[in-house]
DNA sequence: CCACGTTTCAAACAAATGTTTATAATATAA
DNA sequence: TTATATTATAAACATTTGTTTGAAACGTGG
């Protein structure tokens, strides 16, 4: 009880600050106090610092996986050997990501997370995902690959870290792009309105044509 | 000569550990002892740490604004008052990201950093930025304005955030995602081959279908 | 009630950080 | 050369960091 309350209210607290500031900027301390926790609590729960940052993440991607996993295990059995549609994959996913944190009403948090564990340093998070989560993103290439066999394997690969860019660079920097486009704009955008925003360009970046042979006379580096 | 050398060893050190690290982790002792240069040196030479990651920064953005501004120009005297093409637009602003850090061979690095400026929070980089270099990335949206004149303005804005974070994501992610790739498809794809592959990416991305009013069963969040 | 395992807490620790200082070295100009 | 400003250097400074410690408080089962 009093445990659980401790640790949950250290990650709670840990979450937010570690999405609004990175991880090496957000010190123990501030956590603790913010949190109203004894500074010891987080190496008497967690151990480290790093532990609980996996565990940050672990607490998000835990359900996300399982529950991705289920998903997936109902398409299959609706189509029943036919190939999923991309849009349906797609969705699907859309679907999950937004369904999980939605518990906590804390979306923003979560794709910020995920944009901070891919541009980080922090090798110790992206070796700890990898470990843990990557059988589920195979998974789900595998079925993408069915949904486009045109596609040759290195293009698909490419294209799903462009759309995969997108969605991460925007829904992790939402705050700040909301704000300008509130300014400029005037409309307040959703979540669910960018994710419909979302849905069609994604789709187009999937389906472009092929990079032709020609017209690239571009100066090279690296 | 010997302050001039100083400075650009600390630069160039600086960078290439921002680009590695981050900025919180890469501390001034680090850049110090590899750059072969005292630690007092960066405080002397730049004042504070704060004021070293802008220097890394302006010497990237300051070349690049004005060589862009000097590509729209030529742009706009070519197209003399017709519209600016889309794909012409965008090739440019490609051409001129490649060529500015070509010349040191640091494209890697100059997409990292702006990666890091994105992710990171360090607020007044993001202020340093938006003040310095804001006004040519105005220019360029109005002119992809002009090129999209069927797209609503909103629509146009987020469109040009999904793009970016799919450039900035997957070039500044470029070392990680280049070793997967080799490892699961042998080939070793060039920064050239990988603008190739972007292109027509992008372009579809922008002339994606509008949003359509119906088919949106997503659970919401915030 | 008591004893024992768990959790909290204040304090201290060692290490690392950005910054400053005082002095030495060096270049520059008269 | 000499006087002067500029740059380099080593040392110290004050904070902040993650982590550990040992005792106190707490809860739980006998």
Redesign the interface.
């Known amino acids: 009880m009093a445990q659980n309350d401790t640790v949950t209210r250290i990650l709670d607290t840990a979450e937010v600050l570690f999405a609004?500031?990175?991880f090496?900027?957000t010190s123990l301390r501030h956590i603790t106090s913010k949190a109203r926790v004894n500074l010891a609590a987080v190496n008497y729960h967690f151990g480290s610092k790093k532990s609980l940052i996996q565990a940050v993440f672990a607490r998000y991607l835990d359900p996300f996986t399982e529950r991705f996993h289920d998903v997936l295990d109902e398409l299959e059995r609706r189509y029943q050997g036919d190939v999923i549609p991309l849009e349906v994959l797609l969705d699907s996913m859309?679907?999950t990501v937004?369904?999980v944190?939605?518990e906590r009403?804390s979306?923003?948090v979560f794709m910020r997370l995920l944009?901070?564990a891919?541009?980080?340093?922090q090798g110790h998070l992206?070796r700890y995902i990898q470990e843990h989560y990557g059988s589920v993103f195979t998974r789900f290439s595998s079925l993408v690959r069915q949904a486009t066999p045109d596609l040759p394997?290195?293009?698909r690969?490419?294209?799903l870290?462009?759309?995969?860019?997108?969605?991460?660079?925007?829904l992790?920097?939402l705050d700040?792009?909301r704000d300008?486009?509130e300014k400029?704009?005037g409309?307040h955008?959703?979540?669910?309105e960018?994710?419909?925003?979302?849905?069609?360009?994604v789709?187009?970046?999937m389906?472009?044509?092929?990079?032709?042979a020609e017209a690239?006379h571009?100066?090279?580096?690296?």
Not at 189 to 192: A, D, G, K, L, P
Not at 194 to 201: E, F, G
Not at 218 to 222: C, E, G, R
């Open positions: 609004e500031r990175g090496a900027e859309a679907r937004l369904e944190p939605a009403n979306l923003k944009g901070l891919y541009s980080q340093a992206r394997d290195a293009e690969f490419w294209r870290h462009f759309v995969l860019g997108t969605v991460i660079f925007t992790s920097g700040a792009l300008i486009a400029d704009y409309e955008v959703s979540v669910r960018l994710v419909d925003r979302l849905r069609p360009v789709v187009a970046a389906q472009a044509p092929l990079p032709s690239n571009f100066p090279t580096a690296s």
